[in-house]
């Protein structure tokens, strides 16, 4: 089993829908997550991080469940500007290894 | 602004030929990764350098060293390019800490001809 598995999509929805994207992880001792936006031939971008009390920013939220062992991120509203690959990032803690998942790739349909 | 800068953005190298790809950081953050990224995949992390303490993931192949020779630079050098090593290398930098973001460099696209 990876470390972190994501549904690498595409999830292909129209403007205006809202859509929403899990990624799993299985080691336990997990610490912080992240979820990264990353466009096509650019360097991953920090989208938000994810607390364990949820939090939202704007149209997007995000939530941990540590029982389930898993995050997920919800875009209200979607634009076209969304439209990117969106990946669940989780650390063990400080600077320890990171481990990236293969990303979920979502495009905004006009 | 405070920025990690990775040079070049574009590399071409010719199989075996030994090239080094750069990455230098303004946030003076203690610790640098290195990660491949081939398409359609996650980013792979090589290696990263928690202030001058060098940390090798296990399945980093030894064609891949890499220096850092003070707080702002750190180099990723591939000894002999093979066409399987053609891939983004993008570098990122964090602060030590209990709950901190990785910010990344632009990346540098290696062509391996």
């Known amino acids: 089993r990876k470390e972190v598995e994501q549904d690498p999509g595409p999830f292909n929805v129209p403007e205006g829908a809202t859509v929403a994207f899990n990624c799993t992880y299985s080691?336990?001792?997990?610490?912080?997550f992240f979820w990264y936006r990353q466009d096509c031939r650019k360097e991953p971008k920090l989208l938000m991080s994810?607390?364990?009390s949820g939090n939202e920013d704007g149209r997007f939220t995000a939530q941990l469940n540590r029982a389930s062992q898993y995050i997920s991120l919800l875009i209200r509203d979607s634009k076209l500007s969304d439209s990117a690959t969106y990946l669940c990032?989780?650390?063990?803690?400080?600077?320890?290894?990171?481990?990236f998942g293969t990303g979920t790739k979502l495009q905004v349909i006009p | 602004d405070a920025m990690v800068i990775q040079n070049p953005r574009y590399q071409v190298t010719q199989f075996g030929k030994p090239v080094t790809l750069s990455c230098s950081q303004t946030?003076?953050?203690?610790?640098m990764y290195w990660y491949q990224q081939k398409s359609s995949q996650a980013p792979k992390l090589l290696f990263h350098?928690?202030?001058?303490?060098?940390?090798n993931e296990a399945d980093t192949p030894d064609n891949f060293q890499s220096r850092r020779p003070n707080t702002s630079f750190c180099f990723l050098d591939i000894r002999s390019p093979g066409l399987g090593d053609a891939a983004m290398y993008l570098c990122?930098?964090?602060?030590?800490?209990?709950?901190?973001?990785?910010?990344f460099g632009p990346g540098t696209r290696l062509t391996v001809l």
């Open positions: 990032v989780v650390s063990r803690g400080g600077y320890q290894k990171v481990t």
């Open positions: 990122a930098t964090s602060s030590s800490g209990s709950y901190n973001e990785q910010f």
């Open positions: 350098y928690y202030d001058k303490d060098f940390n």
């Open positions: 946030l003076n953050h203690n610790v």
């Open positions: 080691n336990s001792a997990s610490q912080s």
């Open positions: 994810v607390y364990s």
